[in-house]
Nanobody
Framework: QVQLVESGGGLVQPGGSLSVSCAAS????????MNWYRQAPGKQRELVAG???????NYGDFVKGRFTISRDNAKNTVYLQMNSLKPEDTAVYYC???????????????WGQGTQVTVSS
């Protein structure tokens, strides 16, 4: 059984920094893209950042150089470093992974349970 477990959320003041991480565990053959999404109350879930197994990254337009996504393939872990946080970054942040359980199985999306990030003074 595959699990994605996020950690590192919390409360931070505007302008501050926070790092979240997500570790995938279980019998995994291969992980392709790993992504961070977020969902604020009353809003749709949106892509924050994504990274391929080769290290190529993409970011939501609202990030504007403030966030950095990285991953450790040996640990099946993805990280999101968030700097210059704003109150509008407040949301539940979800980890997502596109992975394969075996060479005979199709690629499937898995999601973590989410971690709350609150930016407030």
């Amino acid at each position: 059984q595959v699990q994605l477990v996020e950690s590192g959320g919390g409360l931070v003041q505007p302008g501050g920094s926070l790092s979240v991480s997500c570790a995938a565990s279980g019998r995994i053959f291969r992980i392709y893209a790993m992504n961070w999404y977020r969902q604020a109350p009353g809003k749709q879930r949106e892509l924050v950042a994504g990274i391929t197994s080769g290290g190529s990254t993409n970011y939501g337009d609202f990030v504007k150089g403030r966030f950095t996504i990285s991953r450790d393939n040996a640990k099946n872990t993805v990280y999101l470093q968030m700097n210059s946080l704003k109150p509008e970054d407040t949301a539940v942040y979800y980890c997502n992974a596109d992975l394969q359980l075996s060479v005979f199985r199709p690629r499937t999306d898995y999601w973590g349970q989410g971690t709350q990030v609150t930016v407030s003074s």
